[in-house]
């Protein structure tokens, strides 16, 4: 129903910065959260940040003060700005989107992941 197309993770050293955004597209009638995710192999998914309509931020203690979400709604796209990463940061990160379609109907959609590795 709706497809996510993730970009922006890499390779970076330890103290530096990389800007994640996640573009929506498809048949959407709105997009009511958009977050990340991360997971490290062996471990469950957890919460990183999330954005929802009504300007509610949550962030993932372990990140707040370092990350910034951000949403474009206009171009279905949400940002993960994250500065001062550390080695622990390191995971593959999902966008991830609640809404509706077009036709009304509810999804829970995900991205198909992106590595972000922080290391010296």
């Known amino acids: 129903q709706v497809q996510l197309v993730e970009s922006g993770g890499g390779l970076v050293q330890p103290g530096g910065s990389l800007e994640l955004s996640c573009t929506v597209s498809?048949?959407?009638?709105?997009?009511?959260?958009m977050g990340w995710y991360r997971q490290v192999p062996g471990t469950e998914r957890e919460l990183v940040a999330r954005a929802n309509t009504g300007g509610e931020i949550r962030y993932a203690d372990s990140v707040k003060g370092r990350f910034r979400i951000s949403r474009d709604n206009a171009m279905n796209t949400v940002y993960l700005q994250m500065n001062s990463l550390k080695p622990e940061d390191t995971a593959v990160y999902y966008c991830n989107t609640v809404g509706y379609g077009a036709d009304f109907r509810p999804f829970d959609s995900w991205g198909q992941g992106i590595q972000v590795t922080v290391s010296s």
């Open positions: 498809g048949s959407i009638f709105t997009l009511n959260v």
